[in-house]
């Protein structure tokens, strides 16, 4: 025969059986869904794998996102598809590291788009995103500008912190350097996008063949809203050293965490401070 402190300590004992892991699910929040996309149709970079990896590598250190790879447009698009495929419905935010004129039909392209602007999801450029899609207006018109040459090729850049309020960029020093290859962009304008990083003009080699911005505004990274979504852009990530540097991997953790809403930073344009 069971004693009832025995039978009291049973009891407690099953009670936390049954509680603890339903406390245990309240108090972990669902992870978000981050495609990052690494179709290539023109220049191939040798840093794209290691870009993609270190995305995946922030999501689950973090815990805060899932990542899946993929390097052809399969899943952009809002069509049902079969054998297990997901779909843009499935996902939070998508990130192209991509280059040239990508193999998609008009489908996937408004899909993409209403996945922006219409659902309120995410963009995330890396490095070559703007030497994407020339031929499809809307899309620079969205990631906020064209590759339009690097002058400099890959250089110790000296960069400025613009705007040391926003989430994203806040853990930088006022001044610093990486070891990257920076794009100068086309179709760009801070009427449209807001700046947070971006090259400084006063050192740098302005007789260097290739130089087309007479303003001297080459911009790092931007962030703008496009109808109910988030966009971030930066032309860091064509160097495994440019990837492996803290405050560059806390700038894409941080961008990423503001495309999917789960922080708050104003997107609103200004003119260069």
């Keep these: 025969m069971k004693s009832p402190l025995l039978s009291s300590i049973l009891a407690a004992a099953l009670a936390a059986c049954i509680l603890l892991p339903a406390a245990g699910q309240q108090t972990q929040p669902k992870r978000k869904r981050l495609l990052v996309v690494g179709a290539v149709e023109g220049f191939q970079h040798d840093a794209t794998s290691y870009g993609m990896a270190t995305l995946w590598k922030l999501g689950q250190d973090s815990g805060l996102w899932e990542t899946y790879f993929k390097t052809d447009v399969q899943l952009l698009t809002k069509k049902k598809l079969g054998a297990n495929a997901k779909n843009l419905d499935y996902f939070d935010a998508v990130a192209f590291y991509t280059t040239g004129e990508l193999k998609m039909d008009d489908e996937q392209k408004a899909a993409l788009m209403s996945f922006i602007k219409d659902d309120g999801k995410g963009f995330i450029g890396v490095h070559s995103a703007p030497d994407t899609f020339y031929k499809w207006p809307e899309y620079g018109e969205m990631l906020g500008g064209y590759f339009d040459g690097h002058p400099w090729n890959t250089f110790e850049a000296p960069i400025l912190l613009e705007d040391p309020a926003h989430p994203i960029v806040r853990h930088f020093p006022k001044q610093f350097k990486v070891l990257d290859e920076i794009y100068q962009a086309k179709d760009y304008s801070r009427e449209k996008c807001r700046v947070l990083l971006r090259m400084d003009e006063n050192k740098l080699d302005m007789t260097k063949k290739g130089i087309k911005r ?47 809403k789960l922080t708050d930073g104003t997107a609103q344009p200004r003119p260069r401070p």
């Design 214 to 260: 007479a303003d001297k505004d080459f911009a790092i990274a931007w962030v703008k809203e496009y109808g109910k979504g988030r966009v971030f852009y930066s032309t860091l990530g064509h160097t495994e050293e440019s990837w492996n540097d803290k405050n560059v991997q806390k700038m894409w953790l941080e961008a990423v965490k503001w495309a999917m």
